[in-house]
């Protein structure tokens, strides 16, 4: 990161939605260049892909001039209960615009072309909310580890444990599939964008890192042979 620039308090995780892929760029440079991580989606069904395959903070969606389609997935995501902040963005000034992407399920509409600065502002400002609303299901217990995923906290106790980004992930990903076996594709997909290129072994490497912080927590990740890895359940680490 260039020197004086400051790094995000909190990083997120953003899938950005258009069916142009300038626009796609013009999205995540801001927000790439803010610290930030970003997944490109230039469809609907690769946004429901993406959606499925790792961890997101936000989304990002541009609404063409004829939107009926975004519309209606945005409602279908709410339908689904994914609860994810949604901004929305069009190159059209019009209300009816705004109204209609708000009662789809968007949080904060934008108008295009929009100051990068504000983009940055308006999505952190979207996930300071979304932590100050954190429901108590964010909050996962086990044994002695308290993750929470509002706040992107890990605590031993209450002492807190100090991971990197894409430790954080990992550990986020293993957290909402506790006791089951996860793929290190999957695991690899949580940590990455699309663009980037991680060698095989990455997740290797962090599992290992992870495994000497949760040490002493009753938390535990396992190897699954030939697939990946298990959070286990405290039930079961013997």
């Known amino acids: 990161m260039p020197a004086g620039r400051k790094r995000p308090e909190s990083p997120m995780k953003t899938l950005a ?11 995540a440079e801001p927000l790439r260049a803010a610290g930030h991580q970003v997944d490109l989606a230039a469809s609907l069904l690769a946004a429901d892909e993406a959606l499925r395959g790792g961890h997101y903070d936000a989304i990002l969606v541009d609404l063409p001039v004829q939107a ?3 519309l209606a997935w945005l409602r279908s995501l709410r339908e689904r209960r994914i609860r994810l902040g949604v901004v929305t963005l069009s190159a059209l000034d019009a209300v009816e615009t705004r109204i209609a992407a708000v009662e789809a399920g968007a949080d904060d509409h934008l108008i295009r072309p929009v100051d990068p600065r504000e983009l940055v502002a308006r999505c952190q400002a979207l996930l300071r909310r979304q932590s100050g609303t954190a429901l108590r299901t964010d909050v996962v217990v086990c044994g002695e580890l308290v993750v929470d995923s509002r706040r992107r906290e890990v605590r031993h106790g209450s002492v807190p444990i100090d991971l990197t980004p894409r430790e954080w992930s990992i550990l986020e990903f293993l957290v ?13 997909r949580a940590i990455a964008g699309w663009d980037e290129k991680l060698a095989p072994n990455a997740i290797e490497v962090y ?3 992870l495994r000497g912080k949760l040490a002493g927590t009753g938390a535990r990740i396992s190897t699954v042979r030939g697939v990946g890895y298990r959070l286990e359940q405290p039930a079961e680490v013997a």
């Not at 300038?22 to 999205?27: G, I």
């Not at 909402?176 to 690899?188: E, Y």
């Open 17 to 27: 939605v258009s069916r142009d892929d300038l626009t796609l760029e013009r999205l």
């Open 68 to 70: 009926a389609d975004e």
């Open 176 to 188: 909402m599939h506790a006791g089951a076996a996860v793929t290190k594709d999957r695991l690899l």
């Open 207 to 209: 599992v290992s890192r």
